[in-house]
């Protein structure tokens, strides 16, 4: 199982890469990761199992975290409207997004980060992306709200960005003027 311990940290140059893309149909191999990656992000939102193996919780996980550089994600978590998303997806790519931006009030979060860094995160309010998912079938998802933003997070790893580098340095709570909160 994935632990803490397989978690990569800033200051690790996986974490810079732009990740490969995933050969399809994706090998055992990669599908055994892809699975291990949504057990973990399950795992840590289970208060029994997360403190047992003192998991850090989070809604999402990309393979460059634990030291993978290949296109693959997986998410696990429900919206502000109750709608469950659960997916393990290989070569996500947003074919389309909207202007908006939209943001979470309470800044964002990353495993790969051991610290607080606070500020506004602007994110596209919609994003539309197609992906293969861990079950093999090609999907277009279209995202709005924290679905979004959660999806944009991890596809930013992929990329190596880290969410802070969105920040206003100058004034990390500035609000864009095109972006609306999430929540
Ligand atoms: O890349 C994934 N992680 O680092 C997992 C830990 N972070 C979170 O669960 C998290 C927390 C707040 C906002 C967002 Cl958007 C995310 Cl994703
Ligand atoms: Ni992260």
Excluded: W
């Amino acid at each position: 199982m994935i632990t803490m311990d397989d978690i990569v940290r800033e200051g690790d140059p996986v974490l810079r890469e732009n990740a490969e893309e995933v050969s399809l149909p994706p090998t055992d191999e990669d599908k055994h990761i892809l699975g291990e990656m949504l057990q973990f992000i399950k795992n840590s939102q289970d208060e029994e199992i997360a403190e047992e193996y003192n998991l850090r919780a989070g809604v999402g996980i990309a393979a460059p975290q634990i030291g993978i550089s290949k296109r693959m994600l997986a998410v696990h978590f429900t919206d502000f409207k109750d709608k469950e998303y659960s997916y393990g997806l290989f070569n996500p790519k947003i074919i389309s997004h909207s202007v908006e931006k939209t943001y979470l009030p309470g800044g964002e979060g990353c495993l790969s980060v051991d610290r607080e860094v606070p500020g506004i995160v602007p994110r596209y309010a919609r994003i539309t992306l197609r992906a293969t998912t861990l079950e093999g079938d090609e999907v277009k998802l279209r995202l709005k709200g924290y679905a979004a933003i959660v999806v944009q997070h991890e596809i930013d790893h992929l990329n190596g960005i880290m969410f802070y580098d969105h920040i206003n340095s100058e004034n990390p709570q500035e609000i864009p003027d095109n972006a609306t909160s999430a929540d």
